[in-house]
């Protein structure tokens, strides 16, 4: 089976691995296993990214655990590098015993949606299957803000409810750094809402005895803290565009009747949370050359988002200090 891990060292423990059933293109095996969330066992599969021989193994899966949302986590190419191979056809493609055909496509900032339908032969109805592709997670690394990753669990978690089906399948390209921090957010956000409290040390000591490494590396770990300051302080502050005429409404009434309104809470909780960024390092702003071009002393931008002065340099020769910091 060496030829069909994507990495040698990154393989599934025999306890708690997904097995395919026999079938002509396989002999059983593929890369994936059965990870727990909190209190529900087997909720997702955790899989590395498909490769050009184990694209019929990848759609078996699916449909023997009754899949019908997929998580993606890798772009195909990164880097120069193929992290994954596209096993989903630009509009209809057989794989083995499989047809699947992509029924629609939708693209946002960072996000692609497809909605694929995924027929077995000799089997009368198909089914629906929907992916939900992430484009802003560097490998080994982390996104820049975690509110689009927390508004995709959420949606994840909306989509399982709506229509119960198989175990979510997540992957990126090893099935463990990426896959491993999205699966322990989501334990973790329930876990913080059910008992008040969190415990990311165990979570994914728990989530390495299910698989090798998730959680793969001390930026990812560090991570999970932020994403979920954010997602139990602040929750989901997204309002659908149809619905912002009665929002103002409410928060109006709520200025009229002296109530604290919806708008104070949720200023105060985005005060405590931008804390947080002041402590972001500002070594070139703190210079004693730079200080004469900053208006206030408390108001610096971070060395991580400042644009440089190529164009203008300083006595030493290193690039010139604005106070700016680049925006999204």
């Known amino acids: 089976n060496q030829n069909k891990n994507r990495y040698k060292s990154i393989i599934p423990y025999d306890h708690c691995r997904v097995v395919l059933q026999p079938s002509d293109s396989g002999n059983g095996y593929i890369n994936a296993s059965y990870v727990d969330t909190y209190r529900s066992p087997h909720f997702f599969i955790a899989a590395q990214g ?23 986590l890798t772009g195909l190419m990164e880097q120069n590098k193929i992290k994954c191979e596209q096993y989903w056809p630009e509009q209809e493609q057989v794989y083995g015993d499989f047809t699947v055909t992509l029924n629609n496509t939708w693209t946002t900032t960072g996000l692609v949606k497809r909605i694929f339908c995924l027929q077995k032969a000799g089997c009368a109805l198909p089914r629906a299957v929907e992916q939900f592709h992430y ?33 979510v399948l997540v992957h990126c390209s ?41 959680v ?76 004469p071009k900053n208006r206030k002393p408390g108001i610096l931008p971070a060395d991580s988002c400042r644009p440089i002065l190529m164009s203008s340099v300083n006595a030493d020769g290193s690039p010139a200090y604005i106070n700016a910091v680049f925006a999204s």
């Open 50 to 72: 498909p490769l050009a021989g184990t694209v019929v193994d990848f759609w078996h899966m699916v449909w023997q655990e009754k899949t019908s949302v997929i998580v993606m």
């Open 174 to 214: 090893a099935g463990i750094g990426r896959t491993g921090t999205f699966i322990a957010l989501d334990f973790l956000l329930k876990m913080g809402k059910a008992e008040g409290k969190v415990d990311v040390f165990h979570c994914v000591q728990q989530l390495r005895e299910q698989r090798v490494s998730m």
């Open 216 to 291: 793969q590396t001390k930026e990812q770990y560090s991570f999970l803290y932020e994403a979920l300051l954010e997602g139990l302080l602040c929750g989901n502050t997204g309002v659908p565009v149809e619905t912002i005429a009665t929002l103002v409404h409410s928060l109006q009434e709520d200025e009229t009747s002296g109530h604290t309104s919806v708008l104070e809470k949720e200023f105060k909780a985005l005060q405590r949370f931008s804390e947080l960024f002041q402590l972001l390092p500002c070594r070139e702003a703190e210079k004693a050359r730079n200080q």
């Open 135 to 167: 484009l802003l997670w560097p490998d080994h690394g982390v996104p820049r803000n975690p509110s689009q990753l927390l508004c995709l669990v959420e949606v994840v978690n909306k989509r399982v409810l709506e229509a119960p089906a198989g175990p």
